[in-house]
Nanobody, 115 residues
Framework: QVQLVESGGGKVQAGGSLRLSCAAS????????MGWYRQAPGKQRELVAT???????NYAHSVKDRFTISRDNAKNTVSLQMNSLKPEDTAVYYC?????????WGQGTQVTVSS
């Protein structure tokens, strides 16, 4: 079992920045992909960014060039630096990890961007 705990959400004005962090713990053998998803009220959960253990990244078009995902394999942590935030970035952000064919999710952290 893998547990994921997010931190770093909050409220910020448009144009501001926030940094989300996620730490994985538990029985960790090999985490291949880690990433961030988000879900806004009334909308489906969507991919924000992912990063493989080799460092390959993938971003949603809406956040490319504003958000940066990074990872520390030794510490089993993943972070999301969010710059130039927009009101449409408001959502609950979830950390996710894939390990040995199973997907794990964090409890989510709220990000609110005011105009």
């Amino acid at each position: 079992q893998v547990q994921l705990v997010e931190s770093g959400g909050g409220k910020v004005q448009a144009g501001g920045s926030l940094r989300l962090s996620c730490a994985a713990s538990g029985t960790i053998f090999s985490i291949n992909v880690m990433g961030w998803y988000r879900q806004a009220p009334g909308k489906q959960r969507e991919l924000v960014a992912t990063i493989t253990s080799a460092g390959y990244t993938n971003y949603a078009h809406s956040v490319k060039d504003r958000f940066t995902i990074s990872r520390d394999n030794a510490k089993n942590t993943v972070s999301l630096q969010m710059n130039s935030l927009k009101p449409e970035d408001t959502a609950v952000y979830y950390c996710a990890a894939s390990s040995l064919g199973r997907d794990y999710w964090g409890q989510g952290t709220q990000v609110t961007v005011s105009s």
